[in-house]
């Protein structure tokens, strides 16, 4: 019947969310930031407690590296903190898997300007109760900001109360909030040699989503300012 079967990307939709960890956990969300490959970088990272507090964060610029070695550099400083701060209950979560894998091979070898940074982050987490996990990138928003604050920054700082320009992804995440990610699944289309047939399964509905979101923000925005973080 001259019907060839053709992959075709389609975008899906994931909603992320940010999960507090169980009390006595402190968990730490990391980013590295770099603009260009290599090129100028900085990294961040945000600690929040049981109930989805703000209790502390972090932003600096490291110069010029690649995207690796700003995530890398920004786990390696978040760990060092909590130590510091004798935070014992960490879960650290991080959008690069690379950097997750690194907890979990005895072989890997960092840059040789992290090494003994990585060696003794290592020992740190041998110390306390320790736990990795990957999150989608749009569940890593508030860290994310804190590494772009770092780009504009000429120096280290340390945030004992939150920058304005994160209060609103703090309150999202404080309120359930999801992130949305889209993400390429491949379908099967069904061509016919003068027309296209149709697809096997139905396009996204991108207007329901936007409808759901909307519906979803009328009924938290009154307890939005009013959040505490």
């Known amino acids: 019947m001259g019907v060839t079967p053709t992959l075709r990307a389609q975008k899906r939709i994931r909603l992320v969310l940010w999960h507090p960890p169980l009390s006595p956990w402190i968990k730490l969300n990391t980013d590295g930031l770099p603009k260009g490959k290599p090129g100028l970088a900085a990294c961040g990272g945000v600690f929040r407690d049981y109930q989805g507090h703000f209790i502390g964060g972090f932003s600096t610029s490291i110069g010029h590296h690649n995207a690796f070695f700003s995530e890398l550099l920004a786990v390696i400083i978040g760990i060092e903190l909590a130590f510091q701060l004798g935070w014992q209950h960490v879960w650290l979560e991080c959008?690069?898997?690379?950097?997750?894998?690194?907890?979990?091979?005895?072989?890997?070898?960092?840059?040789?300007?992290?090494?003994?940074l990585w060696y003794n982050c290592v020992a740190r987490t041998r110390s306390m109760s320790f736990f990795c996990s990957h999150v989608l990138r749009k569940g890593n928003t508030v860290a994310d900001k804190l590494a772009n604050l770092g780009m504009s920054s000429s120096s280290w700082i340390w945030h004992a109360s939150p920058p304005a320009e994160i209060i609103p992804f703090l309150r999202m995440d404080f309120l359930?909030?999801?992130?949305?990610?889209?993400?390429?699944?491949?379908?099967?289309?069904?061509?016919?040699?003068?027309?296209?047939?149709?697809?096997?399964?139905?396009?996204?509905?991108?207007?329901?989503?936007?409808?759901?979101?909307?519906?979803?923000?009328?009924?938290?925005?009154?307890?939005?300012?009013?959040?505490?973080?």
């Open 95 to 116: 959008d690069s898997t690379n950097v997750v894998e690194c907890f979990s091979k005895s072989s890997f070898v960092p840059p040789w300007q992290l090494r003994t």
């Open 176 to 229: 359930g909030f999801p992130g949305i990610s889209l993400y390429s699944s491949w379908l099967i289309v069904r061509w016919s040699t003068h027309r296209r047939c149709g697809d096997i399964l139905p396009r996204t509905d991108l207007s329901s989503l936007n409808l759901w979101c909307l519906t979803f923000m009328v009924n938290v925005i009154k307890e939005f300012s009013s959040a505490e973080v």
